[in-house]
């Protein structure tokens, strides 16, 4: 009985667990949610214009969009590298405009776009033409993906304002043989650099690079040929933004006649002395005697032993970082020098068995070339002579050191400048 009844009971209690998971279930069926679509984001077009149509609507004021407008360009310029941040470049056809964003990202270079106007500005900063506060998400709309954009083949005599924020090819171009063994900015500080471009006629076109840049640190290529960019402008001077160094396909022979192969450089543009592994060594006299940079956008080495009131006997040197000349061809080295005052002339020396620290005089095999350089005549004024080239094809080893040395008495002294040192193939 007891087993009999022991079965009823789980059977009754069987039949009664399943009506109630029966009734369960069907709550939850009955009870089941349909999620509901997010509204669709339907962003007006309104009128449409071109880029050249937008510019032409600026009449010298700021212009704030409050009706529905639409102009359509392909971005030639991205913030991938960093070159750009918060900043993109589309065109068409016909023109360019730079697109000034409120937030990073999202935007990338070969997107086919609608900008959406209504909300943003139409403004012009420091020359260029920007639609600026600018949403991603609410005022660009992409329509196509990986669309190339074909620069424009020029020279820089043939620059001017339709080709403003348009991508375009360099041809037969330069850097400068002053920033030649200089980087595109400044990596370590992360400050924005501007290096200059030059043809064979004498033409300049400034190539500005931001510190942010992934490539910032990267040497500036040495020979001629060809890079595209993007043009801008700041106030009057056309500026040149890079998308990335592998668009510069500069290894051909310079203007000169030079390959262009840079064993050292120094400009102090960047404000220091000792950047780049050069050595400012006091030999004797005080901290007044050692070489300082003059100047701040374009810096120059000085150095001078007065005071302000008196002069201090002094010897200090300026020495370069070690230059492998063991491949050398035809080494040669170019400066800039000044000076004033009365005093001692400013020497120069090479060594190949200096060690790099320390003190000149007492270390090295020191060998004078100063007679093989020219040297400013003139100590009534502040104007520069460039050294001509200095010959040194005797010194073709594998630890090359330039040392300036500055001597100063107790009685006179003169001040000495130099600047754009340079050693490079002929």
């Known amino acids: 009985m007891i087993t009999q009844m022991k079965r009823g009971r789980n059977r009754w209690i069987g039949a009664g667990m399943m009506a109630v998971a ?10 089941k949610k349909e999620f509901d679509s997010p509204p669709e984001n339907v962003i007006p077009t309104g009128k449409k214009i071109t880029i050249s149509e937008l510019i032409a609507m600026h009449n010298g004021a700021p212009l704030k969009f409050t009706e529905d407008y639409s102009v359509f360009g392909v971005v030639s310029m991205d913030e991938n590298t960093g070159n750009l941040y918060k900043n993109i470049f589309i065109q068409d056809q016909n023109a360019g405009i730079n697109v000034r964003l409120l937030n990073s990202g999202g935007v990338y270079e070969g997107d086919s776009v609608r900008v959406y106007l209504k909300g943003t500005v139409l403004s012009i900063y420091n020359g260029v033409y920007q639609i600026d506060s600018v949403d991603v ?9 990986k669309v190339p954009v074909t620069p424009i083949t020029v020279t820089i005599d043939q620059l001017n304002d339709s080709h403003q924020a348009r991508l375009i090819k360099l041809n037969g171009v330069e850097f400068l043989e002053g920033e030649l063994g200089g980087t595109f900015a400044d990596a370590v500080n992360q400050s924005s650099q501007n290096r200059t471009l030059t043809d064979c006629s004498g033409n300049l076109i400034l190539v500005r690079t931001s510190g942010f840049a992934s490539f910032a640190g990267d040497k500036i290529p040495t020979g001629r040929g060809s890079i595209i960019g993007v043009l801008s402008r700041y106030n009057s001077d056309l500026q040149l933004y ?20 840079v064993y050292l450089s120094k400009d102090f543009n960047d404000g220091s002395i000792t950047s780049g592994g050069w050595l400012n060594y006091l030999v004797s006299g005080t901290d007044i005697c050692k070489w300082t940079v003059f100047g701040t956008t374009d810096g120059a080495a000085k150095v001078s032993n007065f005071d302000g009131t008196s002069n201090t006997a002094c010897e200090s040197w300026l ?3 070690s230059m492998d000349l063991s491949g050398a061809v035809a080494p040669i080295m170019t400066f800039r020098n000044t000076k004033r005052y009365n005093g001692a002339e400013l020497e120069m020396y090479v060594s190949t068995d200096y060690d790099g620290t320390s003190d000149p005089s007492a270390q090295g095999t020191w060998t004078s070339i100063t007679s093989s350089a020219v040297w400013d005549q003139d100590a009534s004024g502040w104007t520069f002579v460039d050294s001509g080239p200095v010959d040194l094809s005797a010194y073709k080893a594998a630890k090359v050191y330039i040392g300036f040395k500055y ?3 107790g009685s006179d002294g003169r001040t000495w400048e130099l600047d754009n040192i340079s050693v490079k193939e002929n």
């Open 319 to 321: 020495i370069s970082p």
């Open 22 to 31: 029966l009734v369960y279930g069907g709550l939850l069926t009955s009870c």
């Open 242 to 261: 890079i998308r990335t160094p592998d668009e510069a396909d500069m290894n051909g022979v310079r203007c000169d006649g030079s390959t262009g192969e």
């Open 137 to 145: 998400d609410k005022n660009i709309i992409k329509q196509k993906t």
């Open 407 to 409: 001597i100063g008495s």
